[in-house]
């Protein structure tokens, strides 16, 4: 099973930005989900094993930006003009397409990195 693991949260004010990263054991499709309290986990964006396909949610377009490194085995969430309403644990996922992420089908889950947009 594919070892995930999440950094980069923390606490922004809105209109701020932060970058999450995620280290994969292996070469999947990789996306990113988030949890905020009392609310279902939702996807936000994916990206395919050779990065040349990419889902967003409605929320994040045109704000956050998925990518991955040349090894393919890191992914990265750039998040700008970020909203109270993106408060949430972001998790990293993995995958076997990027479209099957974006249809909430996974194959392995990291511990989640806690963001927060506050004054």
């Known amino acids: 099973q594919v070892q995930l693991a999440e950094s980069g949260g923390g606490l922004v004010q809105p209109g701020g930005s932060l970058r999450l990263s995620c280290v994969a054991s292996?070469?999947?499709?990789m996306g990113w989900f988030r949890q905020a309290p009392g609310k279902e986990r939702e996807f936000v964006a994916s990206i395919s094993r050779i990065a040349d396909t990419t889902y967003y949610a409605d929320s994040a377009k045109g704000r956050f930006t998925i990518s991955r490194d040349g090894a393919k085995t890191t992914v990265y969430l750039q998040m700008n003009s970020l909203r109270p309403e993106d408060t949430a644990v972001y998790y990293c996922?993995?995958?076997?397409?990027?479209?099957?992420?974006?249809?909430?089908?996974?194959?392995?889950w990291g511990q989640g990195t806690q963001v927060t947009v506050s004054s």
């Open positions: 996922a993995a995958g076997l397409s990027a479209e099957r992420l974006w249809r909430g089908l996974y194959t392995s």
């Open positions: 292996e070469r999947y499709a």
